[in-house]
């Protein structure tokens, strides 16, 4: 099986005390985190394609633009689902989108690319060496 245009893939949360604007560092309100929605879409990103990915491979994000359009409290479930819209060899663009119960909360691209996870690992762990 190979990514293709068109998979989709969906993460789900319940906005709580550990994914706040104020538990991410990223502001001072008790509210829905716009890194956490980030996060989701990149969990609903990979696992889009995660079934259609060779033994040892992965993909890893190379790039997120994406507006969070309206704040979501504590105690409300949101989700997060994607799409993916190109495949350029190991490049995959998605189209991104976070909802809450109340409707769209974000949206915007997101890009993964595929690796070989061995040979990556590889490469980050000589940023250790001497």
Not at 36 to 43: F, I, S, V
Not at 65 to 74: C, D, G, M, N
Not at 85 to 97: E, H, P, Y
Request: net charge negative; hydrophobic share 45%.
């Amino acid at each position: 099986m190979s990514v293709t245009v068109g998979m989709k893939g969906r993460a789900e949360a319940v906005v709580n005390d550990q994914n706040t604007a104020v538990s991410a560092g990223s502001g001072t309100l008790p509210v829905f985190a716009t890194p956490w929605m980030c996060a989701l879409m990149e969990q609903a990103a990979w696992t889009a394609v995660a079934s259609a990915l060779a033994e040892g491979e992965s993909t890893v994000g190379t790039q997120l633009s994406i507006s969070h359009l309206s704040a979501t409290p504590v105690g409300l479930k949101v989700w997060a689902e994607s799409e993916v819209t190109a495949v350029d060899g190991k490049r995959i663009v998605f189209k991104v989108s976070a909802y809450d119960e109340k409707g769209l909360i974000g949206e915007g691209t997101h890009e993964r690319f595929t690796v070989t996870d061995e040979r990556f690992l590889g490469k980050a762990a000589r940023k250790l060496e001497g």
